[in-house]
């Protein structure tokens, strides 16, 4: 078997430098940044608190336990916060059709796998283009420790790059397989993430996001292919525990093992990103990439044992279940399905790339949402006249 393609401890190769300093514009303040909440809302007060110190509105886009009327209450009582605060219903999709890479059978492969991350940002991403805007931060939840000045760099260097964006190291941004690595004492880097995305909406090569864990890399691997993909500072993201629950490993192996291999054949050579997807249309690529990820699991279990004694039992026993999971998981899913999700994925950039250039543009708030279909939104801010149109709960508790 060649070694050619092989397990990366760390994709920083791909990664531009964003430490230069970008000269400032008129042309480098964000647009908005856009938030994917569903967690309280509590926990999305330090995110209004940055985006009002920065004087950039909020998109905040709800569900589950994000509750819009709570949401709002927070903005209105943030000095100089300004949202526009939306409801997204758990069964929504874009009025558009469905994509390839939603088909049943990758669903099944990841373990069904129910996640609304990627329709939410997909959500951004088209409101943006429907407003007329240029540049976006997407922001997650539970991601903390934002630096101001690295917001305003991240923004100047989006003048020049579709896309930038920022790393958790603490607590670290990783799979449940490349924590249980850490855990038994391998070096894991931690590669950008959507988790603190700029985007640029106006670039003529605007990718979406698929609905499969990495969805992230997915979106970037273009640029992280070409080095063109800027890092720009470090964030921080709140602390779980990855192996609390197993089949989070079956979900997550799927679309694990296709970014890694796919960012596996970007670090093998400076080619050009369509060479590279030729080189992850063929089976041979990924029957190869399977036997090194599945080689990468056992070497994590078999370490494991060996430092099993300085972990605690509940930690011990719910990580090798998971790697156990992961390992199983992993063992079942084809080479031919791999290509089959890299050509749907391709496809469906094609159709997405074709939709965007049949959107109307610089639509107010109101006709955007009536376009996206999303009809229970509240426009707020601290002292300024609320729009909404949604019935909000009456004034309460602020979560």
């Known amino acids: 078997m060649s070694r050619r393609i092989r397990q990366i401890q760390s994709h920083a190769s791909l990664l531009l430098n ?10 480098t303040r964000l647009d908005a940044i856009v938030v994917p909440a569903a967690r309280p809302a509590s926990e ?27 949401v709002v209450r927070r903005v209105e009582k943030t000095f100089g916060a300004q949202a526009l605060v939306i409801e997204v219903p758990e069964t929504y999709r874009p009025p558009c059709p469905a994509p390839l890479t939603s088909a049943h059978e990758f669903q099944l492969a990841s373990a069904d796998r129910s996640s609304d991350l990627s329709a939410k940002r997909n959500i951004g991403l088209l409101l943006g283009r429907l407003r007329g805007w240029s540049k976006i931060l997407f922001v997650d939840d539970d991601i903390r420790g934002f630096n101001p000045r690295d917001v305003a760099r991240l923004a100047g260097y989006l003048e020049r790059h579709p896309v930038a964006s920022m790393v958790s190291r603490e607590f670290p941004d990783n799979s449940v397989v490349c924590h249980a690595r850490r855990l038994v004492g391998f070096k894991q ?54 192996f609390a629950d197993p089949q989070r490993a079956a979900r997550e192996e799927f679309g ?36 090194i ?73 109101r006709d955007a949402l009536a376009e996206l279909q999303l009809p229970k939104w509240v426009s707020c801010g601290y002292g300024l006249p609320t729009e909404a149109q949604a019935d909000l709960a009456p004034a309460g508790a602020v979560r």
């Open 44 to 70: 999305l007060q330090h995110v209004i608190s940055m985006a009002a110190t920065l004087a950039v509105p909020l998109v905040i886009l709800c569900s589950r336990q994000a509750q819009l009327g709570q």
């Open 189 to 242: 880097d931690v590669f950008v993430s959507g988790a603190t995305l700029g985007v640029n909406l106006q670039h003529p090569d605007l990718s979406f996001f698929a609905d499969i864990y990495n969805e992230d890399w997915f979106f970037f691997a273009r640029h992280a292919a070409e080095r063109t993909l800027p890092k720009i500072g470090e964030v921080s993201q709140l602390e779980y525990f990855p």
């Open 293 to 365: 990820r599945l080689e990468t699991i056992e070497n994590t279990l078999a370490a494991l044992e060996r430092v099993g004694q300085w972990l605690s039992e509940t930690e011990y026993d719910s990580t090798e279940e998971s790697l156990t999971t992961a390992r199983k998981w992993s063992a079942n899913i084809s080479p031919d399905l791999c290509v089959d999700f890299i050509n749907s994925w391709q496809e469906d950039g094609r159709r997405w790339q074709k939709m965007l250039s049949n959107l109307p543009a610089t639509l107010s708030a």
């Open 18 to 27: 964003g430490s230069v300093p970008v000269a400032a514009s008129a042309n």
């Open 256 to 291: 694990d093992l296709l970014a890694e291999g796919l960012y596996a054949a970007f670090e093998s050579g400076r080619r050009s990103f369509d060479d590279h997807l030729r080189t992850a249309t063929h089976p041979r690529h990924w029957r190869e990439y399977k036997e």
